[in-house]
């Protein structure tokens, strides 16, 4: 099993930035599929930036050049750099290994999510 801990939100102004964290509680080293997910009011969830091993990227159209998604296995962490941040922004933002092999079985797991608000 894998937990994930979120970290790095919280309220900013038009233009800031905020580093997102997920801490894994243990090694990602052979977990290849990680992401960023994103929910505000009123609105599906949807993807904001995906990562692989060899170093794929896929970013949302809205976020592509203010947003970067990164991965450090030395800490068992994943990022997501966020940069130029508008109030659209503003959304709960959750971590996502989609197939992690534990007990037998695939699982995708979450973090609990973690509030970004940004005001104009």
């Known amino acids: 099993q894998v937990q994930l801990v979120e970290s790095g939100g919280g309220l900013v102004q038009a233009g800031g930035s905020l580093r997102l964290s997920c801490a894994a509680s243990r090694s990602i080293v052979s977990i290849s599929a990680m992401g960023w997910y994103r929910q505000a009011p009123g609105k599906q969830r949807e993807l904001v930036a995906a990562l692989t091993s060899g170093g794929s990227t896929n970013y949302a159209d809205s976020v592509k050049g203010r947003f970067t998604i990164s991965r450090d296995d030395a800490k068992n962490t994943l990022y997501l750099q966020m940069n130029s941040l508008k109030p659209e922004d503003t959304a709960v933002y959750y971590c996502?290994?989609?197939?992690?092999?534990?007990?037998?079985?695939?699982?995708?797991?979450w973090g609990q999510g973690t509030q970004v608000t940004v005001s104009s």
């Open positions: 996502n290994f989609p197939s992690v092999y534990s007990g037998g079985y695939y699982h995708d797991y």
